[in-house]
DNA sequence: TTGAAAGCGGTACCAC
DNA sequence: GTGGTACCGCTTTCAA
């Protein structure tokens, strides 16, 4: 029993070929009569599309290519969102593939979605496995990297993790922090950027402010964990007032630690800021600040950046966006008097567009 | 410029279209010296396979589709993982597609699926959305659903909640509990399931043990701390000794809340088990007790059925395979003295296979 | 083993 | 507006 094609639907139909074919692609060059039979043979037959053929006539598919990094962390999965949301407006659709960090996985994805010629593929990658891109574009397969910094001239968005290190760290020390701890994952690219940001806004303030660094191996609550025994264990004279934490995670882990010790006071002892806006650590009992790296949005941009790639191809110009994270004020940092931030930003914004050829 | 195709190939190598198609599909049906020909051609002229035509030629796709309901959830991301293995081993790939909970975006995720082909479909649905699939089975396409009980006889994967809550009850009972509380939101079938059997385990006590159901809006962290704040201020002669949460994340937020308020000792004064084994439960500071849903094995039994129908279309039948979830004790339940389990399980074990044709 | 040719199921362009 | 038809790129059967 094989099922039903267009030939079927046109026989059925008593019409064309074609002019079934127009029914389902261009509706308004068939008069409504003859459309509605055509459309009636359809549902009686339960007449399918053949994607496969379809691409492979039309020369180009109606799916877009999503591989992702790590998507147990909801930033991710808000790059999708926005993705999906400007994507579905254009009847364009969003395959995902989850390469859960893995080098061969990545590959083996991105040559997946290239054999299916998918009409473009968005990318999250490790910032250490972006070589596999070049190739890629070589071969004229249009790509857009989220979240990493691409070597070639490909379309990319990212945001500004100095700033961002930056913007938070000037946060701590607006709300009257003086002694200031950074701890994070070096391995992390993203992470390093914070630090230099937050290096950056210490300096600033010619002496004012001093800043530690501590080393993590990662970036989870685990690790979080001890950071909280470390801080707590130091003499009072030596404990840092404020803490920078390189991802929300890492933050959530020292704010609940602290807690259960009890013996320091969030954010009257310690102020704490995370890094992310990971929705895993909204649950915190006091509330975290963090920066928002406004995922959807970075989705939405990434994803209307490819759509007009395909529109126009020819005066398509590669482009490199980055974004501003924002300011999230929460009750970890929030002293008393010192209402920093009476009207938390309600959205995020973009910045800095640079083309770039 | 048109990518190069599998007649560039041959023409480069000297030989004929049928003979590429050989070096890609049925490698040792070639010469070597003919094989390494047409590969250094492939290779010089960038060739890769249009798995669109491909597709359609063969009349089948190398694809398999995953609908999932929340990716957010590391269970998930298990049953993906489970899956792959076995795929992957089979020459075969999965691509997700995440329907964010929607009724809506989970039937045109089915709905493309079906369109490209695929060669079959994985399908984690909500409960409550299970309705799409028989359509979807009635045209032929090849449908195993996870995590869910389909009306249909179509191949699922599934555990046995009503099973998992017993056991989890029966752990709290043997490590001497005899004031217990069920937490959990009803809205999600599974909980209620966990719920029947709790009160089966607490029945068969014949009153020693009593049980108090708790209701809750959703399974998150946030619900947790308002169960923390319930019990702790609840007067002694009333409060439980022992907690079952209807998901792990539940359980880490009764577990962070009451460590927090410093008050009651965990296990000692309350003991508390989740269920889940959700990662993101794994870093409370007090580690928690769960019911492990096995979600890699259950991913790849799932796996295997759809590529046991792929190969033997005509032999298969339907299977509803059940798997019992396993206990995985940890301190929020190791009562001094009464070591329960002192070797956990060591891996999750498959049971109650049913034949439904 | 290798080569030639007939589809697979649509799309799009062409006349009518 | 509608119908006929030449492909799209690959797999597969059948002869040589």
Known sequence: MRPPNVADV????????????NVLNNPDKVTPATRRRVEAAIASLGFVRNGAARSLAAGTSRTLGFVLTDLTNTFFLDLVRGAEEVTKAADLNILLANSD?????????????????VAGILLA??????????PLRARGVRVVVLNADPPDGACSVQTDNVRGGYLATQHLIAGGCRRLMFAGAPRFPAVVDRLEGAKKAVDETAGAVTLEV????????????RIAALVDELPDEARPDGLIAGADLL????VQSTLVR?????????????YDNNREAWSSLVPITTMDQAGEEMGRVAATMILEELRTPRQHKHRRVVMEPVLVPKASTRRTGREQHPHAASGPVSSAVAPEG
Chains 1, 2 share one sequence.
């Open 10 to 21: 046109a026989r059925a139909a008593g019409v064309s070929l074609g002019t079934v074919s």
């Open 101 to 117: 960090s893995r080098a061969d996985k990545q590959r083996s994805y991105l040559d997946l979605f290239e054999e299916e010629r």
């Open 125 to 134: 990658p490790r910032q250490d496995l972006l070589e596999q891109v070049a």
């Open 214 to 225: 501590v080393t993590t191996d990662g970036v989870t609550a685990t690790d979080g964990h």
């Open 251 to 254: 933050a959530l882990g020292v």
């Open 262 to 274: 009890g013996r320091l006071r969030i954010p009257e002892d310690l102020a704490v800021i995370g």
